[in-house]
């Protein structure tokens, strides 16, 4: 994908069968970190608080991945596991079909927010 100034130009430039999941993704994220700050960095959507950032989410050409602190990630191995979806130490990464939960996206944004004390 070419270089998106705002979650909008992001989510309508990645691949088609994402955009309904990374639309309802971004919902998410704001409902969870309600003062957190839509940004674009590392040409990747994020939330940011102060200038750090909480959450941020990507679209491949496969799959798409949340990513949020280590902390967060090891909090909810388990739930991440129980759900099959695969986790690195900062990221879960899902699809269409292999979703990833509204309980677990908020669970993890709420606690990255935490882990990096905000």
Known sequence: M???????????AAPEQFRVMLGQLRAQLSRALPDAEE???????????????????AAFSKQ?????????????????????????KTGVTFSVSKPITDKLVEKLAISSRSKKGL
Not at 2 to 12: E, F, P, R, S
């Open 64 to 88: 798409c991945g949340l990513y949020v602190d280590p902390g967060a990630i090891a909090a909810h191995s388990d739930e991440i596991a129980s759900l099959k979806l695969k986790a690195s």
């Open 2 to 12: 070419t270089k998106k100034d705002n979650h909008d130009a992001y989510i309508a």
């Open 39 to 57: 940004v674009i960095k590392y040409d990747m959507p994020g939330f940011q608080i102060e200038e750090t950032i909480i959450a941020g989410y």
